[in-house]
């Protein structure tokens, strides 16, 4: 996936831009810049957009939302975000589990089979994948469609599933008892899910949201999360534009913050860069793990 593309304005001026999630700044700014163009030459201008390699996302009104994004994704537009590669998700579930039996006491012992959230999850395989490598799974995310996606992943007939709504939500629950996929929104507070899950998977979620939206979503993660569970993220680092998103440029600062998981959770490692990502942007990984409530 390369995102990274340049803006010739009457080829004096360039500005290099990433479009890897929905870009409604993106969108906002191309709007502005036609305006600008306008103004500066009697509307003699054009604005063109040119494309480093593969295809960049179909441009949409200034209103696109993660529905709409999803609609060009499932159409075949351009991936932004998504990593498809098992391996990448089998690597990410290993982390998970080494440092979950390493912080329980229980390292050496068979594997013990955890209680996973995927806040956010998109249609991400990773979710299937802890599931049939026998997990338990709650994930979420706002689009219908891509828990559609999500949920044909794991391979199970459709009557092995049931289905039913729960206030805003529409909740996916496999027969199994071991996998329950919500379509609707992760910063909504959901009592059945309180004190569940002893780690979460963090894909470019926190990176994702808005910077309103962090403190809310942190505060679910705490909710959702028992002492000592073991929280993955994956956040993007870009070399240009940190202060735009998403994806947002995200440090273990950012994520430390007392409003978003400072309060409680402890940063246990640093994994550094965790697989390349094409494009001005590097995918860095973060283990943290949820502490006593400090503040309750
Ligand atoms: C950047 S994508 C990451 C998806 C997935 N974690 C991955 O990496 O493949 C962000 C996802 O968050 C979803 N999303 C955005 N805001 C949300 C919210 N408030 N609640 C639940 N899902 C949301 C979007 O629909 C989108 O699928």
């Known amino acids: 996936m390369r995102n990274h593309f340049v803006i010739f304005l009457n080829g004096t001026v360039e500005f290099h831009m990433t479009a890897t999630f929905n870009p409604n700044l993106r969108e906002t700014f191309k709007y502005f810049l036609i305006l600008l163009?306008?103004?500066?030459?009697?509307?003699?201008?054009?604005?063109?957009?040119?494309?480093?390699?593969?295809?960049?996302?179909a441009f949409t009104p200034p209103t696109m939302t993660w529905a709409n994004?999803?609609?060009?994704?499932?159409?075949?537009?351009?991936?932004?975000?998504?990593?498809?590669?098992?391996?990448?998700?089998?690597?990410?579930?290993?982390?998970?589990?080494?440092?979950?039996s390493a912080t329980s006491g229980e390292s050496g012992k068979d594997e013990q089979k955890l209680h996973i959230l995927c806040p956010l999850a998109g249609d991400d395989p990773f979710v299937s994948h802890a599931w049939k490598e026998g997990h338990s799974v709650f994930a979420i995310d706002l689009v219908p469609e891509a828990v559609d996606t999500l949920r044909k992943n794991f391979g199970e007939p459709d009557?092995?599933?049931t289905v039913a709504t729960l206030g805003s939500s529409v909740v996916w629950k496999?027969?199994?008892?071991?996998?329950?996929?919500?379509?609707?929104?992760?910063?909504?507070?959901?009592?059945?899910?309180e004190n569940?899950?002893?780690?979460?998977?963090?894909?470019?979620?926190f990176g994702a949201l808005d910077k309103n939206d962090r403190k809310p979503f942190c505060?679910?993660?705490?909710?959702?999360?028992?002492?000592?569970?073991?929280?993955?993220?994956?956040?993007?680092?870009?070399?240009?534009?940190?202060?735009f998103g998403p994806p947002f440029h995200v440090e273990k600062k950012d994520l430390m913050e007392e409003d978003n998981f400072g309060s409680?959770?402890?940063?246990?490692?640093?994994?550094?860069?965790?697989?390349?990502?094409?494009?001005?942007?590097?995918?860095?990984?973060?283990?943290?793990?949820?502490n006593a409530m400090k503040h309750e």
């Open 69 to 100: 994004t999803w609609k060009d994704i499932l159409n075949g537009g351009n991936k932004r975000w998504k990593i498809d590669d098992i391996l990448l998700k089998k690597q990410a579930l290993k982390k998970i589990c080494t440092y979950a």
């Open 264 to 290: 409680f959770f402890e940063h246990i490692a640093d994994l550094g860069q965790v697989y390349n990502f094409d494009g001005p942007m590097q995918q860095m990984g973060h283990i943290l793990q949820r």
């Open 219 to 243: 505060q679910r993660l705490t909710e959702f999360t028992r002492e000592g569970a073991i929280v993955y993220v994956e956040v993007k680092n870009k070399d240009s534009g940190k202060e």
């Open 196 to 205: 569940k899950c002893n780690a979460v998977y963090d894909k470019d979620s």
């Open 174 to 193: 496999h027969k199994g008892g071991r996998a329950t996929l919500y379509a609707g929104n992760m910063l909504e507070k959901r009592p059945e899910l």
């Open 159 to 161: 009557d092995q599933w």
């Open 37 to 57: 163009v306008g103004l500066t030459n009697n509307s003699q201008a054009t604005l063109s957009f040119h494309p480093h390699q593969n295809s960049f996302p």
